[in-house]
Every structure is written in C-alpha cells, then in structure tokens.
C-alpha cells in the first residue's frame, strides 16, 4: 500500500442535479475524522448498510430509527434542519450518498463504503420503489423549488420495458449506473474505500458485518453479536420497516414494508429475453470492463 503522503486523492470534478440530487451540498459540508460515508447506486443495499451501521454504532439496540440519524446528504428536498442536525450527533456519523466518487468532496480521513450490486436486480426493485411512490413523493420532487431537469413521471406497467428503457436511456427516468459504479470501482485500492457487495451481504451477513467492523475499526462486542446479526436480517428489517424506511415509509403507497420489499436477486431472469440480457451483459462491460463486470454480477 502506498503511503499517504503518495496517493492521490479523489478531488471534485462536477456537480450533479436533477429531480433527486443536489450535489453542491457537499461544498459547505464539515467533516468529522471519523465519519463514515455509504454510497450506491439506488436500491443497491443502501439502507442494509445504514441498519448494519447503526447496529455496530450501537451495539445491537432495539428501536434505532436509522433515517433521521443517516440523512440522504445531497437528496435535493432534504430539509435544511435535518442536514443541521448532523452537527448536534454526538456518536459516529454515517451518511448516506448515491453520488459518483467525483461528484462529492472527498475527505482523506474519513470512511466510504460503496456497496454494488447487478444493475437488473437493482432496477428490479428500484421499480418497486418507483411503482409504489404515492402523490407526495410525486409533489416533493416535481413541485419543490430547484428541480433541474425534467419532472419524474410514474413507470410503465411493464418492469421488461421499465428496465429496457434504463438500458437504453442511461438510467432513465433516475440516474446513470455506468457513471455511479466506474468511479468508485476506480478508487477501490483507497485504504479509506471498501466496496461491499448486496450478494456477499446475503451469502454470509455475519462475515460481512465484522469484515465491514473491522474496516472501521470498530469492536466487536462478542456478547451483543447474534442480536447485531439479527437485527440486520431482512425479516427483521421487515418487520421494523417504519424504524428503517425514509419517513417511515410515508411516501409508498402501503407504507415503509412497501419500501422494504423482497431483498431478492434474480427475479428478471424470467422476465427478460435472451436478447435483453445479452444486450445488457455486453453494455456492462463495455462500460465498466471486464473485472468490474464480473464483480458486479455478483461480488467476489
């Protein structure tokens, strides 16, 4: 590893906005050493990683309404006092981004955890997340002053043709997937970056949680262990929705379990033509290469 003095830092490139994001926030934002910061593409695992993190903050309690402790920094409608609020945290920071590594200021000292996962199993849920939205999902992000860009409209009724229109379209009507994952798979060597995988997390949660443990060099405390786990399954998560889900779940249309909805992979592979996967592998690593890809469709 190199020493620190010789690595060159990710430094700002561009700002992003759109119905969702608002990127300069970061401009102003004041680290602390030791935050923690969680970037993914949109229903990647973000908030798995939020409850993992909490769980380890504090140490396996029950009834840790994790939103508000780890707001959406650059989602463009945050409100102002919520983002404020992060000065008054007297624990262990840990927001939440689903900025590119180039769009964000990036500090030496503090932690990143990107998580990745398939662009098809993403899009999958990220329709779900989409299809569910109610009116004031709607009017939050169309209707609030600062959009920039086109309004968001509801999706097709049709997930095929939602996901073969992301495809096509760059990440349409969201954001681009190819210019979230390349820049955080390019600093994956930082020794302050660790890339986590949705698929990994399912395979072995406890493995994952004290490799994620000791990246950040946090303690594992042997004794609250096994509820730190359980309180990170997804039927624990389920059953917890409003305590996990933005807003508790407020702006679905069923509520934060319509926000927490299967944590499955795979549900495109019966849905999807052989075309549309092939169409869909060869844009993957065009775009990504072949190393990325292959990490991508599902970890290490």
Known sequence: MAATADIVWPTKTREIHNHHMNSAVWNDFRFRDDDIVIATYGKSGTTWMQQ????????????????????????????????ASLEDQTHRRFIKTHLPVDALVFSPKAKYLYVGRD?????????????????????????????????????????????????????????????NVRPWWAVRDLPNVKLVHF???????????????????????????????????????????????????????GGAKTFINKGTNGRWRDM???????RYDAKVRAELGEDCARWLAGGA
């Open 52 to 83: 993992i993190l909490a769980q380890l903050i504090f140490n396996g309690q029950e009834g840790i309404a994790v939103s508000p402790l780890s707001p959406w920094l650059d989602l463009r409608v945050m409100p102002p006092e919520a983002i």
């Open 272 to 278: 999807l033509t052989a075309d549309d996967i092939a």
């Open 119 to 179: 662009g098809r199993d993403a899009v999958w849920s990220l329709y779900n997340h989409h299809a569910n939205a109610n009116e004031h999902w709607y009017d939050a992000l169309n209707n609030a002053p600062g959009r920039v860009g086109p309004p968001i409209g509801p999706p097709p009724d049709s997930v095929p043709d939602y996901f073969r229109r992301w495809l096509e379209e760059d990440g349409y009507p969201f954001w681009s997937f190819w210019e």
């Open 199 to 253: 698929n990994e997390m399912k395979k072995d949660l406890p493995g994952s949680i004290r490799a994620i443990a000791t990246f950040l060099e946090i303690p594992i405390d042997e004794a609250t262990f096994p509820a730190i786990v359980a309180h990170c399954s997804f039927d624990y998560m389920k059953s917890h929705a409003e305590e996990v889900s933005p807003l508790g779940g407020a702006l679905w249309n």
